[in-house]
């Protein structure tokens, strides 16, 4: 693809960068095929093919976006299914995160558009403020159906009940078990501990049991994935350096042998930091050498070798690869072949590389689509008669349960399970 960008535009890192990603593509359309915003619209506009054309076209002229630029670029789920289909290796991950802050930046929306935007960004990475807003919609739960808008379908996915604050919030170190064999941090994240805090903590009791200590570091918190994708740059920005900073702490003191991500969303971002900070004369070295230590619970499972059994019940397994785990880092057959060695069934969906309609805030901001993608996702996964579906990633794992009747728990609580640890609790009454 030809591009026109003026040399003064190319002075922009970002905009030589996806100058470069833009003319890598060969409009071949292979994207298209595994696209779920055209698989459900039929629009090229919805596709990548298409939101490249719209991205050039915004770039290259600048100034204020066009309304149909963002519209068709707020609908991209950054699911990265065409980075994987792609023959000729587009990285529209990095292209789309640019556009999404040029939008950001040169695009004045709407005010109660902005507010929403704004509350999320601000809301969700912060644990304290996140429970706090999922008690009060708790209390307009029962009168979601009288809401507006998008605050009805807000109301409609708080969960019932929240667990209580999860362990590994504080900052503190987890003992090995025995002699130790390595020491990582975990990230301890923002949603997922408020919404499933059961997550890291089998995580912890399953590495501590094959002898690794495990750190949550003082001064970590959110990867900076939510207001990322929402294209509010400074701030994923402020919250990926205290995460490089309270790392880098841990690497010069007692040394880490990994950074270890349970949810794959936040996994995909943090290996991205290297990028992200490649301009930083300040962040650019700590925060490769962190991408380069960061890896998804599976990963370092797999390399731990063997894992105990105790034996557990042959359940039939629905695995869900999420988006960001498939795509995003490339982890296909890993965690299925770790299911498998615990004893369990594991049986795979038809469209398996086709997004649940989570994405992050997308099921908030796009609930029509999120809708009908989860709709589809939950009568694939249900068709293969699961006693339980697994699946890596919180977003995943939420936005599918709102849907379906069968179990829906994180990979690493059934590994935990099969080592000898507790049986996970949306499993209670049924095993």
């Known amino acids: 693809m030809q ?3 003026s ?24 994207c298209t095929a595994t696209c779920p915003t055209f698989l459900l619209l039929g629009d090229e506009l919805d596709s990548p093919r298409g939101r490249i054309y719209l991205m050039k076209e915004m770039l290259e002229k600048g ?9 068709h670029v707020d ?8 980075m994987t289909t792609c023959p000729s290796g587009v990285n529209y991950m990095h292209l789309v995160d640019h556009a999404r802050a040029y939008i950001e930046e040169h695009h004045v929306r709407p005010w109660p558009e902005r507010f929403l935007r704004a509350m999320l960004a601000r809301v969700l990475p912060d644990r304290a403020l996140f429970r706090w807003a999922l008690r009060l919609a708790q209390v307009g739960r029962p009168f979601a159906g009288l809401l507006p808008g998008r605050l009805k379908g807000m109301a ?6 929240l667990p209580p604050p999860d362990p590994a919030e504080k900052s503190q170190v987890f003992k090995a078990v025995g002699e130790r064999r390595a020491r990582v941090a975990l990230l301890a994240g923002c949603a997922q501990p408020v919404l499933a805090p059961e997550i890291n903590a089998a995580a912890i009791r399953l590495l501590n049991r094959l002898g690794v200590e495990v750190v949550t570091a003082p001064g970590s918190g959110c990867c900076g994935a939510l207001p990322h994708h929402l294209g509010k740059a400074d701030r994923s920005h402020l919250l990926a350096q205290a995460n490089i900073a309270a790392w880098m702490r841990e690497i010069d003191g007692e040394g880490l042998d990994a950074i270890i991500v349970t949810a794959s969303g936040c996994g995909t971002t943090v290996k991205d930091y290297g990028f992200v900070f490649r301009e930083s004369a300040e962040w650019a070295e700590p925060a490769a050498k962190v991408s380069a230590l960061a890896k998804d619970i599976t990963e370092v499972l797999q390399g731990l070798g063997p894992l105990p059994q105790v034996g557990i019940p042959p359940l039939r397994v629905a ?3 999420a988006c960001s785990l498939q795509h995003g880092q490339q982890i296909g057959n890993v965690p299925k072949a770790l299911l498998q060695a615990a004893g369990l069934t594991i049986v795979e969906p038809i469209e398996p590389h086709i ?3 989570s994405a992050g805030t997308y099921n908030l901001l796009q609930l029509e689509l999120a809708g009908r993608l989860r709709e589809r996702k939950v009568a694939n996964l249900e068709a293969t008669k699961p006693d339980v579906i ?5 977003g995943c794992l939420t936005q599918i349960a709102g849907g379906s009747r069968v179990p829906v728990v994180h990979t690493v609580e059934l590994l935990d399970w099969a080592a000898g640890g507790p049986a996970p609790a949306a499993l209670a009454g049924r095993v």
Request: glycine share 6%; net charge positive.
């Open 156 to 161: 409609a996915m708080a969960p019932a009940r």
């Open 7 to 30: 040399p003064a535009q190319l002075a922009d890192p970002d905009t030589a960068s996806s100058e470069k990603i833009i003319r890598t593509c060969v409009h071949c359309g292979f």
């Open 63 to 71: 100034g204020p976006p066009s309304p149909r630029a963002v519209k």
């Open 390 to 394: 697994a699946a890596g990633n919180i």
């Open 355 to 357: 997004c649940c309609g």
């Open 319 to 321: 695995y869900h690869s």
């Open 3 to 5: 591009t026109s960008f």
């Open 75 to 82: 609908r991209c789920l950054s699911c990265l299914s065409c």
